[in-house]
């Protein structure tokens, strides 16, 4: 899933992406974020 949003993101050249539940925006999603959650995981596994 986080892939697939990061492609997305990327195809689109968009940096956030909105969050629904049932229809209804309930938060966003940034890129900038999202990477660097990944970075933080992955310092945090080695």
């Known amino acids: 899933p986080v892939a697939s949003l990061l492609e ?3 195809e689109f050249d968009i940096d956030q992406l ?10 966003m999603v940034m890129r900038d974020r999202v990477l660097r ?3 933080a ?3 945090l596994r080695a």
């Open 8 to 10: 997305t993101m990327e």
């Open 41 to 43: 995981r992955a310092v």
């Open 18 to 27: 909105p969050v629904l539940d049932e229809g209804k925006l309930i938060g």
């Open 37 to 39: 959650f990944l970075k």
